[in-house]
């Protein structure tokens, strides 16, 4: 008996099917109580809610969505405004953040101290309170809705939003997206093309030149053998007439809500401090004996930065810059804060009219985690492809 | 050594020449660091102009035009600068929020006794560590408790039927020892079946029954303290309950947690990759809506959390789950060799963990634990969202309070909010970066 009990490979399973007893009951008696709980508020389990009439408005919707259109459609155009903001969210924080990156970098004193100025109060302060400094103390205090303040002339502020033209797009105007596509493919097969003839001839075709001319021009020959499917409707702003009906109206140009940029600026600016560090650490741990060795191989210091550092920083800085993309992702959902339509505020009302609380948490659970299964994913495969091959 | 056509070759050494006058000093500095080509002085003036177009009106808000006194919203009505009278009018909110003003004493005194018990925990050559995280862990939180509750916790007991027993602490104190005299009886059995000496377990098991026994006893003695509720703690009250405590009930789940995912045996560690990788995927909002609707539902009738409690309990799980992730990356630090020396040795997994490879994991993982509380504290805030009115969320509350509203009341208070937060945060990654450098000095 002793010795039955101090072998560990029992004892192990031992141990782990008293585990599983402990964790099936505790689960178990979680869902025993649900279940009564919900019993007794009367509140129907399953997803049954989702066709029901939502009977709220939203303010940005990508798709058709009106007060009765169903929960499921509600819930679905506020997925869709959670991925837009956090689309061009990403966009904005990697720029910026490669920007204030290398700037923490430079030879220059002052240019390195701002950037790290920046990243040190943005990084500490926390990015609800970042958000309500942008939404309700500044958007907030821009003209009402019938003055604005306009930029270059097109771009119009007030506290409706900021008022932009808007493209509107004719009926062959999918020539010019699918041109896009074709341009990608064209500029991969140019690139190769030209890597083989350098090492063919040594010779470096100028293939960066040729790969712009083709992504602009495609799109433009597009544009004109469609026909010129393109419009612009310029926001049209009254001055005088009645009272109500000064201000931007409502059928001309395009008016991204304050909620949107609100959260939008939050986001990218606290992202990218973050991303800022990701990428002056990648940078760092080049070696510089790398840099010195391209020296002395005859590179310029631009091409020791193109061929040699950024390659080998972007293997370092691609894993951590995917973990902030995927941050900022999560990060939106403060979105709720400000009212933005997004998947958890969209949800948070559907929750307080249904009270379906366990379907409505599980709905954003499974967004969440899939978009991270899915990202971790892709950081798998691309982990693999560029991971050094050490012999 | 004058060989013939080397006659001009010097053989004495010239003193050497002061280096040119543009090349030290501030010149020196300027031409090296500002001005070092022509790109890099545009960018200085660039930079210089920004600075000067966006600092001059930053101090002219909140130093030059700011209004310091004034009794209520007539002193900043027509500022142009922020309203510090506002912030100081309010100070008392924003630090305790609703708690009854005769009893912020206990506040007080549960901040200043862990201050003072928190900083010899942090210089490093401070004596009596041990005993001091002892005091942290285990004496403070049940003063804190005490203190900022009131205590006098009404135990009734649960499973005796109440046609044995009325519900009394006393039948509360008979289920402990009868769940006491179980597990002492199951230790027993298992160190008698296996052979293994008993007394070991024995002192183990009752000095941790024992030392519960004692705080449990603790907290339902009646310290003649106004019991205050949690509904109305507020301000940097709930901002420091919640990210400390977060922190604290992490740190042993996350333990646990890392050691779970790196076991040898598949169903835990499966639990604990999933129950990681769960909590890590999600925004902390909807961990917090899933803590303010759905634990609710989760539980038996009759027992009910307030609010703060929902809010600690989730807290502490999402943030167990980050710190699994980093007190893991500490334990893949430690090389195989110290596992195998203690297994040589004849440690169990136990003992293993505890006196070899945690004490050097956990060193290594002090950067990145104080880093995840300089995310959990910043996250404290999230909790507004969830009704709870932390540092912040007093802040708001109070920016919309007819007695002081004016145009600038709301953005003093966030320039106000932002400098707390920006204080505490900045002062945890300084040392975070000195203990690491502390320790990377230590390992060459």
Redesign the interface.
């Given at each position: 008996?002793?010795t039955f009990?101090?072998n560990p490979t029992i004892r192990?399973w031992v141990?782990?099917i008293l585990?599983?007893l402990v964790?099936g009951w505790f689960v178990w008696?979680?869902i025993d109580?649900?279940s009564?709980?919900?019993q007794k508020a009367n509140i129907a389990a399953g997803y049954g809610f989702l066709e029901r009439t939502a009977g709220f408005g939203i303010v940005q919707k990508l798709v058709p969505y009106t007060e009765a259109s169903s929960y499921g459609r509600a819930l679905f155009v506020g997925l869709l405004n959670t991925l837009l903001v956090a689309g061009i969210g990403i966009v904005l924080a990697t720029l910026l953040g490669f920007i204030v990156g290398v700037a923490r970098l430079?030879?220059?004193?002052?240019?390195s101290r701002?950037a790290a100025t920046y990243v040190?109060?943005l990084?500490?302060?926390?990015?609800?309170?970042q958000l309500?400094?942008w939404y309700?103390?500044v958007l907030r205090?821009v003209p009402g809705m019938r003055e604005k303040w306009s930029f270059l002339g097109i771009f119009h502020l007030n506290i409706g939003g900021l008022h932009v033209p808007k493209l509107i797009l004719g009926e062959s105007a999918w020539m010019i997206f699918a041109a896009i596509p074709v341009a990608i493919a064209v500029m991969i097969f140019v690139a190769k093309w030209g890597h083989e003839r350098q090492s063919r001839t040594g010779i470096r075709p100028p293939i960066g030149l040729i790969n712009t001319a083709v992504l602009i021009g495609l799109p433009v020959i597009a544009f004109f053998i469609a026909g010129r499917p393109l419009h612009i409707s310029m926001p049209v702003f009254t001055e005088t007439g009645p009272l109500l009906r000064r201000g931007f109206q409502t059928d001309s140009g395009m008016t991204i809500i304050p909620e949107f940029l609100g959260l939008l600026l939050a986001l990218s600016l606290y992202t990218a401090a973050y991303i800022a560090e990701v990428v002056r650490s990648g940078i760092q741990a080049v070696t510089r004996g790398q840099t010195e060795a391209a020296a002395s191989l005859g590179l310029r210091p631009r091409q020791t930065l193109r061929l040699v550092v950024l390659p080998q920083a972007m293997r370092i800085i691609i894993p951590p810059l995917t973990n902030q993309y995927l941050n900022l992702t999560?990060?939106s959902?403060?979105a709720?804060?400000i009212a933005y339509p997004d998947l958890?505020a969209v949800g948070?009302t559907v929750?307080n009219q249904t009270g379906q609380?366990?379907e409505v948490?599980s709905i954003?659970?499974i967004f969440?985690?899939g978009?991270?299964?899915l990202t971790s994913a892709v950081m798998g495969y691309f982990n693999k492809r560029v991971a050094l091959v050490e012999r | 050594m004058n060989k013939p056509g080397s006659a001009f070759v010097r053989d004495s050494l010239l003193p050497a020449r002061a280096p040119p006058p543009n090349s030290v000093g501030i010149v020196g500095w300027m031409r090296q660091?500002?001005f070092?080509t022509p790109l890099?002085s545009v960018?200085?003036v660039v930079?210089?102009v920004?600075?000067v177009w966006a600092v001059t009106p930053f101090f002219r808000f909140t130093l030059v035009n700011a209004v310091w006194t004034g009794e209520d919203r007539q002193a900043c009505a027509t500022a142009t600068g922020a309203c510090w009278a506002y912030v100081k009018a309010y100070l008392p909110q924003f630090i305790y929020g609703r708690y009854p003003i005769g009893e912020r004493w206990r506040v007080d005194v549960v901040f200043w006794t862990l201050v003072v018990g928190l900083i010899p925990m942090l210089i490093p050559r401070a004596p009596y560590k041990r005993l001091n995280a002892l005091f942290l862990l285990t004496v403070f939180p049940v003063i804190a408790y005490i203190l900022l509750t009131g205590g006098h916790h009404q135990f009734s007991g649960r499973w005796i039927p109440n046609s044995w027993m009325s519900p009394s602490p006393l039948r509360f104190a008979v289920e402990y020892a009868l769940v006491s005299a179980a597990v002492f009886g199951v230790s027993t059995l298992?160190s008698w079946?296996?052979?293994r000496p008993i007394t070991g377990s024995w002192r183990t098991l009752g000095f941790i029954l024992g030392a519960f026994a004692i705080v449990l006893a603790l907290v339902s003695l009646d310290f003649g303290l106004v019991p205050v509720e949690t509904a109305n703690w507020g301000g940097l009250l709930v901002t420091l309950v919640v990210a400390i405590t977060g922190m604290v009930a992490s740190l042993p789940l996350g333990i646990l947690l890392a050691l779970g995912r790196r076991s040898?045996?598949?169903?835990?560690k499966l639990?604990s990759t999933i129950f990681i990788?769960?909590w890590?995927?999600?925004?902390?909002?909807?961990v917090l809506?899933?803590a303010s609707?759905?634990l609710?539902?989760?539980?038996?009738?009759g027992v009910t959390f307030d609010k703060l409690l929902r809010a600690l309990i989730g807290v502490a799980l999402f943030n167990a789950a980050y710190m699994a992730e980093t007190i893991r990356g500490g334990l893949q630090a430690i090389p195989r060799g110290q596992y195998e020396g203690a297994q040589a040795l004849g440690l169990g997994y136990w003992q293993m963990m505890r006196m070899i490879v945690l004490p050097q994991s956990l060193r290594i993982s002090v950067p990145g634990i104080v880093g995840s509380f300089?995310s959990l504290f910043?996250?404290t805030?999230?909790v507004?969202?969830i009704g709870l009115y932390d540092f912040?969320g007093q802040i708001?509350a109070s920016a919309n309070d007819a007695k002081w509203a004016s145009?600038v009341t709301?953005?003093t208070g966030?320039i106000f909010?932002?400098m707390v937060?920006?204080a505490f945060?900045?002062s945890m990654?300084r040392y975070a970066a000195y203990t690491e450098r502390r320790l990377d000095r230590g390992r060459r």
């Open positions: 008996m002793a009990l101090n192990g141990f782990q585990f599983v964790l008696d979680i109580n649900t009564r709980n919900l430079s030879s220059n004193w002052l240019v701002v040190e109060v990084r500490n302060v926390p990015l609800l309170l309500f400094f309700f103390a205090s999560k990060n959902s403060l709720v804060a958890v948070g929750l609380a366990v948490v954003w659970m969440y985690l978009l991270s299964f | 660091n500002l070092s890099n960018m200085t930079i210089l920004f600075i298992f079946m296996s052979g040898n045996m598949p169903v835990v639990a990788e769960v890590r995927g999600v925004p902390l909002i909807t809506f899933m609707v759905m609710p539902l989760f539980l038996p009738d300089i910043k996250d805030t999230l507004i969202i912040l708001q145009p709301g953005l966030y909010a932002a937060f920006w945060c900045f990654s």
